[in-house]
């Protein structure tokens, strides 16, 4: 089922006279393609052990993803600096304790300040933690009246009463339904968040977030092979990593890295890029996140890449209705991501994200997860719905639309105290 908003970003496009895009839904219609093998070199040798994956097959894989998909990062920052600005150790009616703490990222004498919310079960001393960015500021997940209002550039919203690009008192707690909280930290684990928009606001401009501290003088977009927004984000997920692992009432070796939908894309650009975070949770992240682009099943890179020109690569915009010439598929991003364990979400009325694509990259990157003595996802046909498979390689596919429940929540809190063996 197309939903609204999916047709809405059809007409935008179409109504930009761009070139005409038909959405595919249906199996027939995929084209007949193979998918690359992940046990192959790009020169054509075969690989068999987890030691020739990590020498060899891993580092080509990730330099490809690197320069011609997400964009590489062009070098080091000179310095990141932490503040905590706030604290209390009796938030959520007595049951959490709340920080929030300012990162500042500092290059060629320029700045971004970015803050991380923290809730952490009271009384855990090191806890472990999921870490999620969110689309309309920290305040939006919560009701919790402490949490400060970004001051950055946030995409209007009539749903969550956002005006002028202003975040204000109005939509806090409006997103509270997608963030599971209590749950979260009943189960002993703690929860972070930071606004995307503070890293890289979400709109077709390179020059007003993290990619403009690395500017040259009179630069104004990153080179072809160089970060769009997702990398950016990617980024900024490790630096709240930086900042974890100062902490001390946080386990920086049990962070998972979890994102919605084009926030998904970016945890696990973040996973695969950054090997401290401990796991990868991607939430219904279709195109360019988990789904197999060749199968131009709903999305496709056409079509993302024209209506988010800003996301990829500027190099990735050589496989707009050209996935055939893609020596490689998403499959391999979740593959750079093993053998941490990874999982996989989807929605039954998701059909521009690809549920079975999304579910098909988890099958195909079980290989190298087998390399390595991990189980990942046997066998090729979906579980039905509301049966989860929860190996290292972890997969479920739910009722419902685009979006996070509590019944994702439910699951990623189960899956993760056994792979973080935690077992509370
Ligand atoms: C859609 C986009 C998807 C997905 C989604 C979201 O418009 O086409 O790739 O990222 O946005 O982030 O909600």
């Not at 496989?319 to 010439?325: D, F, G, K, L, M």
């Amino acid at each position: 089922m197309k939903t609204l908003f999916h047709f809405t970003i059809l007409l935008f496009v179409c109504s930009m006279s761009f070139a005409q895009f038909e959405t595919n839904y249906e199996e027939r219609n995929v084209p007949k393609f193979s998918v690359p093998d992940p046990l192959t070199t790009f020169a054509g040798e075969k690989i068999s052990t987890s030691e020739d994956w990590i020498a060899q097959r891993r580092p080509e894989l990730l330099k490809f993803f690197e320069n011609k998909v997400y964009g590489k990062v062009p070098g080091n920052l000179d310095e990141v600096t932490f503040k905590l600005l706030e604290e209390n150790k009796n938030a959520l009616n007595g049951k959490a304790r709340r920080k929030q703490v300012e990162v500042t990222l500092t290059k060629n004498e320029k700045s971004i300040r970015f803050t991380i919310l923290i809730y952490l079960p009271k009384n855990s001393t090191l806890a472990p933690i999921f870490l999620g960015y969110n689309f309309f500021g920290n305040h939006s997940i919560t009701t919790d009246t402490n949490v400060f209002i970004s001051e950055a550039w946030a995409m209007n919203s009539e749903a969550l009463s956002i005006s002028e690009h202003r975040l204000t008192e109005v939509s806090r707690g409006l997103r509270a339904h997608r963030w599971a909280i209590e749950k979260i930290i009943d189960r002993g684990f703690g929860l972070a968040t930071i606004y995307y928009g503070e890293i890289d606001p979400d709109k077709n401009d390179l020059m007003d977030g993290l990619q403009n501290l690395f500017y040259e003088k009179g630069q104004e977009r990153p080179e072809r092979n160089e970060w769009g927004s997702l990398a950016a984000w990617a980024f900024g997920y490790s630096r709240a990593l930086d900042y974890f692992e100062q902490d001390n009432n946080i386990d920086a070796s049990k962070v998972l890295v979890f994102g919605h939908s084009r926030l998904g894309k970016a945890a696990l650009w973040a996973g695969a890029t950054d090997k401290r975070f401990a796991g990868v949770i991607s939430n219904n992240s279709g195109c360019g996140g988990a789904a197999l682009s060749k199968r131009r099943f709903g999305e496709t890179i056409n079509v993302i890449n024209t209506s988010f020109p800003h996301w990829f690569s500027y190099n990735f915009k050589n496989y707009n209705n050209n996935e055939e010439a893609l020596p490689v598929d998403q499959h391999q991003l979740l593959a750079l991501i093993a053998p941490r364990p990874l999982y996989v979400a989807s929605a039954k009325e998701d059909e521009w994200a690809d549920p079975k694509g999304e579910f098909l990259s988890a099958y195909h990157a079980s290989q190298i997860y087998g390399l390595f003595g991990k189980k990942g996802i046997s066998n090729i046909e979906m579980p039905e719905v509301h049966k989860p498979i929860h190996n290292t390689i972890a997969y479920h596919i739910r009722e419902g639309k685009h979006d996070v429940t509590d019944y994702d929540w439910e699951q990623y809190v189960t899956w993760a105290s056994e792979f973080l063996k935690l077992n509370r």
